[in-house]
């Protein structure tokens, strides 16, 4: 299964972001603070305060898709 085909742009939100925000709010994160548009098939990378967890937000033209990873 291909996940992207071709390499897209991948913006790091270098402040924290409250991880109990989901799809919705990172989606008004990237569009108010950022001033880019969630569904242009860009990545989206966001971390927690501790910086030991990330959310990556991404259109994938069905939809957003949500990844979560726990760093050790």
Not at 30 to 49: H, I, P, R, W, Y
């Amino acid at each position: 299964m291909l996940m992207f085909r071709e390499l897209p742009n991948v913006y790091l939100h270098r402040a924290p972001v409250d991880f109990r925000q989901s799809i919705n709010g990172l989606a008004v994160i990237v569009e108010q603070q950022l001033s880019l548009s969630a569904t242009d098939g860009s990545v989206f990378v966001f971390c927690n305060k501790a910086r030991d967890k990330l959310k990556i937000l991404y259109w994938d033209n069905t939809g957003f898709a949500l990844w979560y990873k726990r760093l050790e």
